[in-house]
């Protein structure tokens, strides 16, 4: 098994392949005219030779970009930053949920740009401030097998507490959830901070009267929670005791689009300090191990935007993000777009970037081209197609290899390379092999990595940092907020919308919400209440002065002061699963101090009037009390009460059949599932969808009771 994410797969792995065989693919190079201003343009076919012709031309001008998604693979990084260094100029790498604030975090902290290799199958305690690692943050493949892993012998299973301001898939998992607001995320970890180091006096820096001084901002967290009915104080002591009483076997992870806030900054800084504290880095936090494709930017983003618009660029190739869509309007990167001579978008169809580039060329299916990546630190894999290219297509890598070759700039490697596999192949010759392969010839090398689909080089063991104590005046107290707050997040389904138009995630219910084909403004039952509201009925969302109209999906254990909206809906030009379904909210974020916020803004709720179906099949088919004749459907019990009576609250039904059995000669075979470990991530229910070839039947038929799924995973509500 690969030893990142042990056997396991996700929601949109399991989807990928149809992506694969999706019809509005693009089948060869397109070339957009368009008036001077870009504002109309006419799609045609054009021909390999003539677009190499004109990019070889334009990329003798210089100022060249290379704008990519997070950059996994080390041959490609290596590739485009000789191509950009060619051409005099640079490669961005930005994506949408790229965790830029945690590497901010652990660069203000102990002097590392990366994201740390979190190690939750030895944290006996995990305190989640807002990040969803079982759903959405950086790897919950990884995480929810290492996780699971905590879980599985249950006399000794881990504890999780999670501080939720959405309802994600992490915090209905938690032994223990507080619902709150994204302004309370930073109080919450100072509060920690203060109980544990000036209350109990724990650690090496309980007598630093500097940071006593600081701490005292947030002596009466516990309090305050516990006057807004947040949880009680007792609750909050305790959390602290237990993880003083893990120190080292602990784990405090906060992150996610659900924490880039105002302060998001100030809260990676007060999370690190935890953790150095609880003498966590270097155990639970492996640095050594880090995750090296996470380098996505919205800096640098901004950086570029500028330079576009001062007309210093005369060259761009965008690769793998679709920034027209999931930048909000007031980046003005379209804008600043019309400004760059020549746009070249290397991507699967016209969306809604590639309408705005002069050429769009189709660089191929994963599953269709060779390619490796560094999962972490010293761990290696090479992607290998699964099917020759089903249409006139070319990898992005063998663009740049051509464009080279044709401007006699390339160096030897790739001058040397008939193509990208040939290129890839020497890369690992050269920079991987002399890294992992010791004791074999490259050949055996290369054979063995192909088999395995991963190699690995020589693990260096992590030890704890030093924590830098001037990191600690980059927290600011965030203001007192009253009033609605919204929340952005991805979804297990569609993440940043990227395969928005794969019909099998818009059909897959949420985990939680259990809604498909939209999206929709979480709010709480008290405000639903309040407003004299139901499920569906229209709201009016105003932030920044702007209005948005969407659905209300009324969500037990969310905070009062909160609605919550997710991201990856409202696609214009993905196809014809995804155009108009639901709203795109990445506009509803804000840009304040050059920073991108998608949480914690204040908003204004109304409801409109109007009313609006959502498909939700949790209520479909239901074993309603009338029917289980007072049979519980679910059957629970606390960790205490298992362990005095490992079937409490489990009531044995007398079963009867009129069958009179089968004898068996052999094997028996059955089917049961671990709800101790099982996180309700739903990678089954795709799963047997693409195994069984399940038809899909769109949001009408779901609503009329028609879903098909094979696999049907329910949750229910308790408190």
Same mark, same amino acid.
């Given at each position: 098994?690969h030893?990142?994410t042990?056997?396991?797969t996700?929601?949109?792995?399991q989807?990928?392949i149809?992506?694969l065989?999706d019809?509005?693919?693009?089948?060869?190079p397109?070339?957009?005219?368009?008036?001077?201003?870009?504002t109309n343009?006419e799609?045609?076919?054009?021909k390999?030779?003539?677009?190499?012709?004109?990019v070889?031309k334009q990329?003798a001008k210089?100022?060249?970009v290379?704008?990519?998604?997070?950059?996994?693979?080390?041959s490609?990084?290596?590739l485009?930053e000789e191509f950009?260094k060619?051409f005099g100029? @640079?490669? +961005?790498?930005w994506n949408?949920l !790229?965790?830029e604030? =945690?590497? $901010?975090?652990?660069q203000?902290?102990?002097?590392e740009?990366?994201?740390p290799?979190?190690r939750?199958?030895?944290?006996?305690?995990i305190v989640?401030?807002d990040?969803?690692?079982?759903?959405t943050w950086?790897?919950?493949?990884a995480?929810?097998?290492?996780?699971?892993?905590?879980r599985?012998?249950?006399?000794?299973m881990?504890?999780?507490?999670?501080?939720?301001?959405n309802?994600?898939?992490?915090g209905?998992?938690a032994?223990?959830?507080?619902?709150?607001?994204?302004?309370?995320?930073l109080?919450?970890?100072m509060?920690?901070l203060h109980e544990?180091?000036?209350k109990k006096?724990?650690g090496?820096?309980?007598?630093? @009267?500097? +940071?006593k001084s600081m701490?005292? !901002?947030?002596?009466? =967290?516990a $309090?305050?929670l516990?006057?807004?009915?947040?949880m009680?104080?007792e609750l909050?002591a305790?959390?602290?005791?237990?993880?003083i009483?893990?120190?080292?076997k602990?784990?405090?992870?906060?992150g996610?689009?659900?924490?880039w806030t105002?302060?998001s900054?100030?809260?990676q800084v007060?999370?690190?300090?935890?953790?150095s504290?609880?003498?966590?880095?270097?155990?639970t936090?492996?640095?050594?191990?880090?995750?090296?494709?996470?380098?996505?930017?919205y800096?640098?983003m901004l950086?570029?935007i500028e330079?576009m618009k001062k007309?210093?660029?005369?060259?761009i190739v965008?690769?793998g993000v679709n920034?027209?869509?999931?930048?909000?309007s007031?980046?003005?990167?379209m804008? !600043?777009?019309?400004?760059v001579e020549m746009?070249?978008?290397t991507g699967?169809?016209v969306d809604?970037t590639g309408?705005q580039?002069?050429?769009?060329?189709?660089?191929?299916h994963?599953?269709?081209?060779?390619?490796?990546?560094?999962?972490v630190?010293?761990l290696y894999?090479v992607q290998?197609?699964?099917?020759r290219?089903?249409?006139?297509t070319r990898?992005?890598?063998a663009g740049l290899?051509?464009?080279?070759k044709?401007?006699?700039?390339?160096?030897?490697r790739?001058?040397?390379?008939e193509?990208?596999y040939?290129?890839?192949?020497t890369?690992?010759k050269?920079?991987i092999y002399?890294?992992?392969g010791a004791g074999?010839?490259?050949?055996?090398f290369?054979d063995e990595?192909?088999?395995s689909g991963?190699a690995?080089?020589a693990?260096?063991e992590?030890?704890?940092r030093?924590?830098?104590?001037?990191?600690?005046?980059?927290?600011?107290k965030?203001?007192?907020?009253?009033?609605?707050?919204?929340?952005l997040y991805?979804t297990?389904q569609?993440?940043?919308?990227?395969l928005?138009?794969v019909?099998?995630l818009?059909?897959?219910p949420?985990?939680i919400?259990?809604i498909?084909?939209d999206?929709?403004?979480?709010?709480?039952?008290a405000n639903?209440?309040?407003?004299?509201?139901?499920?569906?009925?229209m709201?009016?969302?105003?932030v920044?002065?702007?209005?948005y109209?969407?659905p209300a999906?009324?969500q037990p254990g969310?905070h009062?002061d909160?609605v919550?909206?997710?991201?990856?809906y409202g696609r214009?030009a993905?196809?014809?699963?995804?155009?108009g379904?639901?709203q795109?909210?990445?506009?509803?974020a804000a840009?304040?101090?050059?920073?991108v916020?998608?949480?914690?803004?204040s908003v204004?709720?109304k409801?409109?009037?109007?009313k609006?179906e959502?498909a939700?099949?949790?209520g479909?088919?239901?074993l309603g009390?009338?029917?289980?004749?007072?049979?519980k459907?679910?059957v629970?019990?606390t960790?205490?009460?298992y362990l005095q009576?490992p079937?409490a609250n489990n009531h044995?039904?007398k079963i009867?059949?009129i069958w009179?059995g089968?004898q068996?000669?052999g094997?028996?075979?059955?089917?049961?599932?671990?709800m101790?470990q099982c996180?309700g991530c739903?990678?089954?229910?795709?799963?047997?969808q693409?195994?069984?070839n399940?038809p899909?039947?769109?949001k009408?038929?779901?609503?009329?009771g028609?879903?098909m799924?094979?696999?049907?995973i329910d949750r229910?509500?308790?408190g």
């Open positions: 098994l030893p990142l042990k056997g396991g996700s929601v949109r792995a989807a990928h149809l992506s065989y019809p509005e693919r693009i089948k060869g397109k070339k957009n005219l368009q008036n001077k201003e870009k343009r799609t045609i076919d054009a390999w030779e003539d677009v190499d012709a004109a070889v990329l210089g100022s060249v290379v704008l990519t998604g997070s950059m996994a693979s080390p490609t990084k290596s485009s950009a060619a100029g @640079s490669v +961005v790498h949408a !790229a965790p604030d =945690v590497r $901010e975090g652990q203000l902290c102990y002097g740009d990366l994201v290799a979190y939750f199958d030895e944290a006996k305690v989640s401030v990040a969803d690692f079982l759903g950086i790897n919950p493949t995480f929810t097998k290492q996780y699971s892993l905590g599985k012998d249950i006399k000794n881990s504890k999780l507490i999670a501080f939720d301001s309802y994600s898939l992490t209905a998992n032994d223990i959830r507080v619902r709150i607001k994204p302004s309370q995320q109080s919450i970890v509060g920690l544990i180091l000036v006096s724990f090496k820096y309980a007598s630093d @009267s500097k +940071v701490l005292e !901002a947030y002596a009466n =967290v $309090e305050t516990a006057a807004n009915k947040v009680e104080k909050f305790q959390i602290a005791e237990d993880l009483a893990n120190k080292g602990s784990l405090v992870v906060a996610g689009m659900t924490t105002e302060s900054k100030s809260l007060a999370v690190n300090f935890l953790n504290v609880l003498e966590n880095d270097g155990k936090i492996e640095s050594k191990s880090a995750y090296v494709g996470m380098n996505g930017s800096s640098e950086a570029l330079k007309g210093a660029i005369k060259t965008i690769h920034p027209v869509y999931a930048l909000p007031s980046l003005g990167f804008e !600043a777009l019309k400004s746009v070249i978008y699967d169809r809604e309408k580039a002069d050429y769009v060329l189709p660089a191929g994963v599953m269709e081209n060779w390619g490796d990546v560094e999962f630190k010293g894999g290998q197609p699964t099917i290219p089903l249409y006139d990898s992005m890598e290899i051509t464009w080279l044709a401007s006699n700039k390339a160096s030897k790739v001058s040397s390379s193509g990208h040939e290129y890839l192949r890369f690992w050269e920079e002399p890294k992992a074999k010839s490259f050949d055996d290369w990595t192909l088999q991963f690995q080089g693990k260096v992590s030890s704890a030093t924590f830098r104590m001037e990191s600690l005046s980059k927290i600011t965030p203001a007192d907020k009253d009033g609605m707050q919204l929340v991805p297990i569609l993440g940043d919308g990227t928005a138009n019909s099998w818009q059909e897959l949420d985990p919400t259990k498909c084909w999206n929709y403004a979480s709010v709480s039952l639903a209440e309040k407003w004299k509201i139901k499920e569906g009925y709201l009016a969302i105003t920044d002065g702007k209005q109209e969407l999906h009324i969310l009062d909160v919550a909206v997710a991201v990856g214009s993905a196809g014809k699963v995804a155009n379904v639901g795109n909210a990445f506009a509803m840009v304040k101090n050059n920073d916020i998608f949480s914690g803004q204004t709720v409801p409109t009037g109007k609006y959502l939700n099949p949790q479909h088919h239901y009390d009338s029917q289980t004749q007072g049979r459907i679910v629970e019990a960790l205490k009460e009576n079937a044995q039904h009867w059949s009179s089968h068996y000669n094997h028996k075979w059955g089917m049961a599932i671990d101790n996180t739903n990678a089954c229910v795709v799963s047997c693409s195994e069984n399940v899909v039947v769109g009408k038929y779901v609503i009329d028609r879903e799924h094979w696999i049907r229910y509500f308790v």
